[in-house]
């Protein structure tokens, strides 16, 4: 009897717990669903998202992945946000300027000087140089290095249109509406897997209403993908490498033909009409040939052959970057075990964008290349 009377006090016990855990979950669900319908009544969605980004200085971001304060809503919308012009600051603890033309780096005259090669890269915040300084990115490290290698009067500028969150839809936009005004004489467009996938900003406002999910598993998902757990949502939105159904659904309607494969086919066939690549279907090439580099790294089978089979298409120049990694690793007395790699190159455990290694890396994987499209001497 004694045994029966303890094993009821354990299932009490039991029951008890549950139902705490029940209904302290259910109070997080509903506090959830009334704050994210609070904030969408406010004008929680993009253009107000941007707006108070626009309102916010730099140095008063709240840090992890948060870019309030760094982007202002464009007036472009198949572009939809930009670069704050004329910043001096720090982001993420790095130097950061950008100029009076909306992108990273010194001011530049839009109109060529004599004597100047001028490459044009669009892309995201690998390109953007996230997490590293003014001299660090990439597209800096080439410059430096194409001007070592340069003829007598002849220069290279490198223009760093590059945005965290971009898409590959928002990069050839980038290069329609700002990048081809600086008369590029080549284009370098740079790939990573989450190009197919939903940009910054683009899920819709969330009203907190949705029956058919919870918002507390939702949240508990996220939190457990971002292994440094300090991401911030006020401006960063979905970022999976692959883009659901379901996803694509949340997508607000004016932005879905910029996400998945089919937004990624449509824009690689507009930077070939914009740099006068030839057609299949003839016609609608620009008044220019402007060479192309598209530079991959991380990728999906699928997007990888995707990515082949435009580029040939197009005759757009390919260069993977990963391959060239582990042989310029090799070359300098690094380990080439991929899982050494990665620690080597990226920021940190939490931060997979490369480090000033990583980013001299692509520069000289991008000399090599541009040694042997003829471009450099």
């Not at 911030?232 to 932005?255: F, I, Q």
């Not at 220019?288 to 995707?306: A, C, D, I, N």
Request: aromatic share 8%; net charge positive; with cysteine.
């Amino acid at each position: 009897m004694q045994s029966d009377h303890k094993l009821k006090r354990v299932l009490f016990r039991l029951l008890a717990v549950g139902l705490a855990v029940g209904l302290t979950g259910l109070l997080i669900e509903g506090g959830l669903r009334l704050a994210y319908y609070i904030d969408f009544k406010r004008g929680g969605d993009l253009h107000r998202r941007l707006e108070r980004s626009q309102q916010t200085a730099l140095g008063r971001t709240r840090g992890g992945l948060d870019m309030s304060g760094l982007v202002q809503p464009s007036a472009h919308a198949d572009i939809v946000y930009e670069l704050k012009p004329d910043i001096d600051g720090s982001f993420r603890g790095k130097d950061l300027r950008t100029n009076k033309h909306r992108f990273r780096g010194t001011d530049v005259t839009v109109d060529k000087p004599a004597g100047v090669k001028r490459i044009v890269g669009i892309g995201d915040s690998v390109m953007f140089g996230w997490g590293v300084t003014d001299d660090e990115y990439y597209l800096r490290e080439l410059e430096v290095a194409l001007n070592a290698r340069a003829a007598e009067g002849q220069r290279y500028e490198c223009l760093n249109l590059a945005v965290p969150g971009y898409n590959t839809c928002m990069e050839v936009a980038t290069l329609a509406h700002k990048g081809l005004a600086f008369d590029p004489d080549l284009v370098l467009i740079q790939f990573i897997n989450n190009d197919f996938g939903l940009p910054l900003f683009m899920e819709r406002p969330r009203t907190g209403l949705a029956l058919n999910e919870s918002y507390l598993l939702s949240m508990i998902r996220r939190r457990l993908s971002w292994s440094t757990g300090t991401a911030d949502t006020y401006l960063v939105g979905v970022r999976d490498k692959t883009l659901s159904k379901k996803e694509m659904r949340r997508t607000a309607g004016h932005y879905y033909d910029m996400v998945g494969a089919s937004g990624f086919e449509r824009a690689m066939l507009q930077l070939a009409r914009l740099t006068g690549h030839a057609l299949p279907e003839g016609g609608g090439e620009a008044a220019k040939y402007v060479p192309v580099v598209f530079m991959r790294g991380t990728m999906m089978r699928g997007q990888g052959e995707l990515i082949e089979l435009l580029c040939k298409r197009y005759g757009f120049e390919l260069l993977d970057i990963g391959p060239y990694t582990t042989h310029w690793m090799g070359a300098h007395g690094y380990s080439t075990d991929p899982g050494e790699i990665r620690k080597t190159v990226r920021i940190g455990p939490g931060d997979t964008h490369p480090n000033p290694l990583g980013h001299k890396i692509y520069a000289a994987g991008l000399v090599e290349k541009l040694q042997a499209l003829g471009f450099v001497p």
